[in-house]
């Protein structure tokens, strides 16, 4: 699971009204290099919640994002490649994603989150 | 030549999830056939929801992929082995997507929220007991209750909320699901649609319909909410998108 999916996921329990964004438990990350688009980089830039994303990649053991952005940050090419690398190059392959209001695990197994919900969560 | 759609002796499976068949390959084609206009269109978020072997899915990667473009592709499934079929798919293939276990969008609706370029959509269409709806396993890839339509009426109003302005979604429907009444429900809520194939086999009428947003339905929406004679005009749109009917058997497919 890419950081990118991770930033489109929160907590689907039932009566849940702040379930985003759901809290990291790595276990285990990998990291796997793929091409570098600036386009896509920096379409997904204004879709992603940063203070979620950068909190994400420290879970993930990565700490060279910069605290603060705006849009003019997307002029470094030093910037975007560290986004581009803590946005689709680490996986999370095993792990969970906790839901911040009820601290329930929704396990990620071989870089696939399973967000299925019991009976009585729906 | 690469090949643009997947290919049988590549794909994974498993006796629990859904071989790719008839509704598969003609959802496919009905993407083939599209083709130039996806690229053309520049989607930059693409989704199956119910991605079964993984066929669609890695089909439209391919289809694609090969131009130069950058698309993340998001796969979901109710089934966690059709998931890992999915994987196993996919790397076959040498294409890539995010993977979720989850029902339909459930957990992503909030955040990609008018966000999805693509949406392909091969529900579960098969009219049967209600009962059988929501079993799991290799029945949740059929079973659609009365008329075909209970996944199907789920997945419609997830699809309007991720899909983006320009999104488009297609989605492999039978006759018995009444198509023409699910685009009447797609228009109420603002999409152009068109039967884009319409084939049968010996089982089954199958039509591939594609929705797109229609600002012009907008408008006529907002004047046919103050208007009585609002019902009549609607069906008689909706007729109007539907061709004279064309029957041809499926073509053969090398599923050995």
């Known amino acids: 699971m890419r950081l990118l999916t991770h930033n489109m996921l929160s907590s689907n329990i039932k009566g849940v009204t702040n379930g985003f964004p759901l809290r ?98 729906v | 030549m690469p090949s643009r759609t997947a290919q049988i002796r590549l794909m994974s499976s498993h006796e629990e999830v859904y071989e790719p068949c008839d509704d598969s390959f ?14 053309k269109h520049c989607p930059t978020l693409c989704m199956e929801i119910g991605c079964g072997s993984g066929y669609v899915i890695t089909s439209l990667a391919l289809m694609l992929g090969q131009e130069g473009l950058a ?9 966690p082995l059709a998931i890992r079929v999915t994987r196993e798919t996919m790397d076959a293939h040498g294409v890539d997507a995010e993977l979720i276990i989850t029902d339909i969008a459930s957990g992503l609706e909030k955040r990609l929220a008018g966000s999805v370029d693509v949406i392909v959509v091969n529900p ?61 429900y797609m228009r109420e809520k603002g999409y152009a649609s068109r039967i884009v194939i319409q084939r049968s086999t010996e089982e089954e009428s199958l039509h591939i319909i594609k929705f797109w947003r229609d600002l012009d339905i907008e408008g006529d929406n907002e004047k046919a909410s103050a208007d009585k004679s609002a019902p009549g005009r609607l069906m008689e749109y909706v007729l109007t998108q539907l061709p004279p009917f064309t029957f041809w058997r499926c073509s053969d497919r090398d599923n050995k």
Not at chain 1, 65 to 82: A, I, M, R, Y
Not at chain 2, 26 to 39: I, K, P, R, S, T
Request: contains cysteine; charged residues 25%.
């Open chain 1, 24 to 121: 990291i438990e790595a276990e285990k990350v990998v990291e796997k290099t793929v091409e570098m688009n600036a386009d896509f980089l920096k379409k997904m830039f204004e879709k992603i919640q940063w203070k979620a994303f950068i909190d994400a990649s420290r879970a993930m053991g990565y700490t060279e994002l910069p605290e603060e952005v705006d849009p003019t940050t997307l002029e470094s090419d030093e910037f975007l490649s560290k986004f581009h690398h803590a946005l689709l190059e680490l996986h999370l392959e095993e792990g969970a994603l906790v839901c911040p209001e009820t601290g329930r695990r929704f396990p990620v197994n071989k870089g696939i989150p399973n967000m299925l919900l019991h009976e009585d969560e």
């Open chain 2, 26 to 39: 003609a959802l496919v084609d009905a993407l083939l056939a599209d083709c130039n206009n996806l690229l």
């Open chain 2, 71 to 79: 698309v993340n592709y998001i796969a979901t499934d109710i089934n």
């Open chain 2, 124 to 184: 579960p269409y098969v009219p049967t007991p209600e009962d059988e709806v929501g079993v799991g396993g290799i029945t949740a890839s059929w079973a659609g209750g009365e008329n075909g339509r209970s996944v199907i009426d789920r997945i419609l109003p997830v699809a309007d909320r991720l899909l983006s302005e320009k999104g488009w979604l297609y989605m492999v429907t039978l006759i018995a699901n009444n198509p023409s009444e699910i685009c009447l």
